[in-house]
């Protein structure tokens, strides 16, 4: 059987075979050597009604497919998720700390937001002094157009996890506001249950404006003092 060849197509006057031109190169071939160019329409392929030789077909082009994306995922079960706004801010940006407990982890971590911690991880300090022991909050600064700090209508105090706020057991407490450094006003008060990992949450009526507010633990010169956290809460927008 005699060959021939024509462009890019072969010749037999014994076998004829049909010739066509490829819709992309325009060169000669026979036309059994051509082939349909399929391409994603969707999420099925389809025929374009190209005839293309083998150099010129093209692979299909997923950007053009329709993603089937699966069903969620089931919700996790009591989740323990990251304290990203912890993390990233892990001082609260209001006010500035100040305080007699400044050991283990100083008194900044009594205003990190974790209320759940160890000892070391708190504001603590091991050999309490004879008398008042302090953790507080100066707001001086974040009220620019008066000067008068907040109003405070309510406090809450968490102990370590594995301590007491008094190591000695319970121990008389109070709740302080002054517009100076020193000579605090009682705004409230109380006895500590003296447990580990106690919480103390309590609202006061409270209607002055002041620039520092202080909670204060009452020691004995030997028992450590510890606070996991204190939040004070602002009857007033600063």
């Not at 050597?33 to 005839?51: P, S």
């Not at 708190?122 to 157009?145: D, F």
């Not at 580990?196 to 909670?215: C, P, S």
Request: charged residues 15%.
């Amino acid at each position: 059987m005699a060959w021939r060849q024509h462009g890019r197509a072969n010749v037999s006057r014994n076998s004829p075979r049909a010739w066509a031109v490829c819709d992309d190169c325009g060169f000669l071939f026979n036309k059994e050597d051509l082939q349909f160019q399929y391409e994603w329409f969707g999420a099925r392929t389809q025929n374009t009604n190209f005839l293309k030789c083998h150099r010129c077909l093209d692979e299909l082009q997923e950007q053009l497919r329709v993603i089937v994306l699966p069903s969620d995922p089931v919700p996790v079960l009591n989740p323990r998720p990251e304290r990203y706004s912890v993390d990233n801010n892990p001082i609260s940006p209001i006010g500035v700390s100040f305080g007699t407990m400044t050991q283990a982890a100083g008194l900044d971590a009594a205003f990190d937001s974790n209320t759940n911690k160890p000892m070391f991880m708190s504001a603590v300090q091991y050999n309490s002094i004879n008398g008042p022991n302090t953790v507080g909050r100066s707001w001086l600064g974040i009220n620019p157009n008066t000067g008068q700090g907040i109003i405070a209508n309510r406090f809450q105090v968490w102990a370590p996890n594995d301590a007491k706020l008094f190591g000695g057991g319970a121990a008389a407490y109070s709740f302080q506001g002054s517009n100076t450094p020193i000579g605090f006003t009682t705004i409230s008060g109380g006895t500590t249950a003296g447990t580990i990992g106690e919480t103390l949450d309590v609202m006061v009526t409270a209607t002055t404006f002041y620039l520092y507010h202080q909670f204060v633990l009452t020691g004995d010169g030997i028992n450590s003092v510890s606070v996991a956290q204190l939040k004070i809460y602002s009857a007033s927008s600063p």
